[in-house]
């Protein structure tokens, strides 16, 4: 598996800056905002952790609308004994039928809102999200609520310091 540390914080914090970046660049853009951070180790792939992150961040932007916001966070905690971090993407954009959430991580599934607003797409980013939280042993999760939100969960086992 994988021997390289990340910094998952640091990671995190680059999103966001790019990201804020883009919206002061090309208002009108939803609010983005860094909720939380704290420092986090995992054992993992730098680029497929960024990818996964853009992907997350790429979809709450796209089905939010300008007046809403897009938050970012990391946080630790304790799940089974095992240390986890989990980057929550939380939007207050469209959010997703009831209907639509079982499925939304097969590869190229894009519920009616999607294709009928052609937002362009494919319908594969979040099955890549899927296939990197695994290739990390992690999981991603999604809540989500019509016309509210939605709120994408992004776990991973912290780095022992035993190894
Ligand atoms: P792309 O592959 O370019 O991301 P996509 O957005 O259509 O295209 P996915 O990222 O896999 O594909 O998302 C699948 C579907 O899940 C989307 O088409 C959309 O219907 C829904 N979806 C994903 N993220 C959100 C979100 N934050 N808010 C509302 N719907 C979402």
């Known amino acids: 598996h994988y021997t390289t540390l990340i910094e998952l914080d640091s990671l995190v914090l680059e999103a966001f800056r790019q990201y804020r970046h883009v919206g002061e660049s ?7 905002l860094l909720q939380h951070t704290e420092p986090a180790l995992i054992y993992g ?8 992150l853009i992907a997350l961040l790429d979809n709450a932007l796209k089905y939010t609308p ?3 916001s897009v938050a970012l966070a990391l946080h630790t905690h304790t799940s089974e004994q095992t240390q986890i971090a989990c980057i929550t993407v939380s939007d207050t954009g469209i959010g997703i039928a009831e209907e639509d959430l079982p499925h939304i991580f097969e590869r190229f599934y894009r519920a009616d809102h999607a294709r009928t607003r052609d937002k362009g797409g494919s319908g594969l980013g979040l099955a890549i999200v899927q296939r990197i939280a695994e290739d990390h042993l992690g999981s991603v999760k999604v809540e989500s609520t ?7 969960t992004l776990c991973f086992p912290i780095a022992d310091d035993d190894h």
């Open 26 to 32: 090309h208002p009108p853009y939803p609010r983005i």
């Open 146 to 152: 019509p016309g509210k939100g939605s709120q994408f």
């Open 45 to 52: 792939d730098a680029d497929a952790l960024k990818q996964a």
């Open 66 to 68: 300008s007046t809403g």
